[in-house]
């Protein structure tokens, strides 16, 4: 009985520690899992936010393109194409009057089918402008081409451009994303610059697609190039998002532009 | 009638109450639920089971084996259906089958009470409870204060459970007895709170809420 009691006296606390310790213990594994994953939703948010702020400026970068797209086109038909046909309209008209004489009705009728052939060509560019006919019919590399070529026609600036693309690695799509990113570069080249050499180099390999693209113009601030971004590099960024490419621009004053764009494939 | 024994009697009477709750809207819900208030209901059984046997003075020992023994499918099959993990099904069965063979073995384990199936069951459920805390790190879990609940009780009885055979073969001071007996019912009345808590905030309405529990 002695034995007993002094067994019981040691081994109760020991029972009561024991449990106390395992209070602790749950509460402290408790207390921690309810604490990580506040802090891991915590994470989780920022990130989420972070990405929908950037999918915004993306949404944003690219209503503008599409507003200025739309405003150039407008532009296009309204110079082009409307002031035109209203002329073709008037001596339409006049054509039709009375006392016309028949050598009169001739001079109009050549003026008509000039100004119409004018305009012909026009609606013809504005077509080509919007999506490039030998894109669809010849590929990428020789819409490339085409495009150097027009550039290089209005003589501000050499284009030295190497292709060596394997048709429909990249999904057509993807295609015209690239061939919009180079026209876009070229236009800036051409507006802002004042380059004398642009490098364009287009290679695909089994496993990526790489687009290089360098001018030797005024160059830019990087910071400010991003700022200014709305319309030019924002629209090249975007595309490259779109196409999953990663893109690499550098520029400094007076040193001109490069971008590095390489498209992994699978 | 002292304050001790309102509060046990409290405590079966919550047990059912709960068992009644989670029963409501019972077919709407999706399996991990079924499992869980079918622990319920097998937990208040056996709980008025043993008042109405102690009332008689009879030994309500025995229940001890269904209570521990189901705890451990019901439960098992709770975390299977959260964790989808196969080897919890194995588990389970290779437990059954060893607790088979240790009641066959020794057949007179059935009248006293089974110190070493108890904590090992329980030691496998705690680390099943743990697992799903891992799992919910990242996303919005189902059945979160449930998990707390069976991870802080199953953890803290270990002890309580794994001792109790200790408790009826020497003859204690009651007193001091009592001290670890409250201590366990202040436990259980926590798992208690945080079962109901679960059903109030999202089983409660009859539409499901939480849609693959």
């Known amino acids: ?266 | 009638m002292s304050v001790g024994d309102i509060f046990s009697k409290l405590l079966i009477v919550l047990s059912v109450v709960l068992a009644v709750l989670y029963m409501r809207y019972f077919k709407q819900r999706g399996k991990a639920y079924k499992f869980f208030a079918s622990y319920l209901v097998l937990v208040a059984i056996i709980q008025i089971w043993m008042s109405w046997y102690a009332t008689y003075k009879w030994n309500n020992l025995f229940l001890s084996h269904f209570y521990f023994i189901g705890q451990f499918i019901f439960l098992s099959l709770f975390y299977y259906t959260l964790l989808q993990k196969k080897w919890i099904l194995w588990i389970l069965g290779a437990t059954l089958i060893g607790l088979t063979l240790q009641y066959i073995v020794n057949p007179e384990m059935f009248f006293v009470f089974n110190t070493y199936g108890m904590s090992t069951t329980q030691t496998i459920l705690v680390i099943y409870a743990l697992l799903y805390f891992y799992k919910s790190l990242t996303y919005q879990g189902a059945f979160l204060y449930i998990n707390t609940g069976i991870l802080f009780y199953l953890i803290t009885s270990i002890l309580y459970f794994a001792s109790f055979n200790f408790f009826l073969e020497w003859d204690f001071d009651r007193k001091l007895e009592d001290y670890i007996y409250r201590l366990h019912q202040t436990l259980y009345f926590i798992f208690e709170i945080l079962i109901f808590i679960e059903w109030y905030k999202n089983y409660r309405l009859p539409r499901d809420t939480v849609s693959n529990a």
């Open chain 1, 1 to 266: 009985m002695q034995n007993n009691l002094a067994d019981e006296i040691q081994i109760i606390p020991i029972i009561l520690i024991g449990i106390s310790l395992l209070v602790l213990m749950s509460a402290a594994i408790i207390l921690f899992f309810y604490l990580s994953r506040k802090k891991i939703v915590k994470t989780e948010l920022e990130k989420a936010t972070l990405q929908i702020q950037h999918q915004k400026e993306m949404l944003q970068t690219s209503l503008l393109t599409q507003e200025a797209e739309r405003k150039r086109i407008a532009q296009d038909l309204h110079d082009d194409i409307s002031s035109k046909l209203n002329i073709v309209s008037l001596n339409a008209s006049l054509v039709k009057e009375e006392h016309i004489s028949v050598a009169e009705a001739n001079a109009l009728g050549k003026k008509i089918v000039d100004i119409t052939t004018t305009v012909l060509e026009s609606s013809r560019r504005i077509a080509h402008d919007l999506l490039p006919p030998s894109l669809e019919k010849f590929g990428l590399e020789a819409a490339l081409e085409e495009l150097c070529d027009q550039v290089e026609a209005t003589r501000k600036f050499q284009v030295q451009a190497s292709f060596n693309y394997e048709e429909e690695t990249l999904p057509k799509d993807h295609e015209l994303h690239l061939f919009r990113i180079v026209q876009e570069l070229l236009n800036n080249t051409v507006k802002y610059a004042d380059a004398k050499t642009v490098t364009l180099s287009l290679e695909s390999t089994q496993n990526t697609v790489h687009l290089q693209y360098q001018d030797d113009g005024n160059g830019f601030e990087l910071a400010e190039g991003k700022k200014a971004k709305g319309l030019g590099l924002g629209g090249v960024e975007n595309r490259a998002a779109i196409i999953g490419a990663t893109m690499t621009l550098q520029s400094q004053p007076q040193n001109g532009m490069s971008l590095d764009l390489v498209k992994q494939l699978n």
